[in-house]
C-alpha cells in the first residue's frame, strides 16, 4: 500500500545544499533559503524535484547530470515546493499542537529530560532525551509500540479471515505503509501509530485480505468489504493526511 509523497520532474551519495542559480540568472528569496539533498538514481534520465514528509526536499539527478541541474530545478520549482511545504506544515497542526504527538486516538505530550537516552511513556506523557537525541529516541519508542500494536491486530485478522502468515516486520518504508509478501510475510510503516486507530486498523486488514487475494480484483474488495466494512472513510483519511505522519 503506498504512501504519501510529492514529486515533480523539473524543466529538464547524499549531499546538502541550498537553491542557487547560474551567475546572472535571477533568484527569488524563497529559492534561496530552500535547503535539500541531491542523490544520484542510476536510472534517472531527468532531474526530479521530490518532497518527502521525512526527508524534506530533495532532488533527485541522473548519473551525468551537473550539481548545478540541482539548484535550477529547485529555484525554478520553488513556489511549488513552498506550496507542498507549507501543506506538510498545516497538516501536523492539525493533527497535534506544538509540543504534542498522535499515538491512534491518542495525543501524547513530549517531555524533555536531561540524561534521558531512551523515550518512555508515562500516562498522557512521552518522556524523551534533550536536543538533536530526541527524534531517534521517539522514533525507536514509536517502532517498539508499533510491534505490540499490528501485532495483536494481524494476529486477530488473519484467525477471523483464516488466512496465517509468516512473520511480521516493522519498518520506516519512505513509499509504503504495509506490504504483504508471497510467502506470507507481512510488513507494516511504524507511523501508522500516529493516524487514528480506524486507519490503523484499515491498513492491517488491507494486508491480511491480500493473504488470500493477491491482487486489487473484486474478489479482494468483497473480501475487505466484509471484515472492515468502513475502509473507505479511513483510505480516503490516510490519501489526505499521510504525508503528516512524521516526527
Given at each position: ?18 537553491a ?52 535550477a ?16 506544515a ?114 492491517v ?21 466484509e ?21
Open positions: 500500500m503506498p504512501s504519501s509523497r510529492s514529486e515533480r520532474s523539473a524543466p529538464r551519495s547524499p549531499e546538502r545544499a541550498h542557487t542559480q547560474p551567475p546572472g540568472s535571477p533568484q527569488t528569496p524563497a529559492a534561496a533559503e530552500i535547503a535539500y539533498r541531491v542523490r544520484r538514481v542510476a536510472r534517472a534520465r531527468r532531474v526530479k524535484v521530490r518532497v518527502d514528509p521525512q526527508h524534506g526536499v530533495e532532488v533527485l539527478l541522473p548519473p551525468r547530470a551537473p550539481l548545478r541541474a540541482a539548484a530545478a529547485v529555484a525554478e520549482l520553488a513556489p511549488w515546493i513552498e506550496r507542498q511545504l507549507a501543506e506538510l498545516c497538516a501536523r497542526e492539525r493533527l497535534a499542537a506544538p509540543g504534542t504527538l498522535p499515538y491512534l486516538d491518542e495525543r501524547l505530550t513530549l517531555v524533555e529530560q536531561a540524561g534521558r537516552r531512551r523515550a518512555h511513556r508515562r500516562g498522557e506523557r512521552l518522556l524523551v532525551p534533550t536536543g538533536e537525541q530526541a527524534p531517534a529516541a521517539i522514533e525507536r519508542w514509536y517502532r517498539r509500540a508499533a510491534r505490540a500494536e499490528i501485532a495483536a491486530r494481524a494476529d486477530a485478522a488473519s484467525a477471523a479471515a483464516g488466512t496465517p502468515y509468516t512473520s511480521l516486520t516493522i519498518r520506516s518504508q519512505r513509499t509504503r505503509w504495509g506490504s504483504c509478501a508471497s510467502g506470507g510475510a507481512l510488513s507494516f510503516n511504524w507511523r501508522l501509530l500516529l493516524a487514528p486507530e480506524r486507519v490503523l486498523d484499515y491498513v486488514w488491507h494486508e491480511v485480505c491480500h493473504l488470500r487475494c493477491a491482487d486489487h480484483s473484486p474478489a479482494f474488495w468483497a473480501l475487505l468489504d471484515h472492515c466494512p468502513q475502509w473507505r472513510p479511513a483510505a480516503r483519511w490516510l490519501r489526505e493526511n499521510g504525508a503528516a505522519l512524521v516526527v
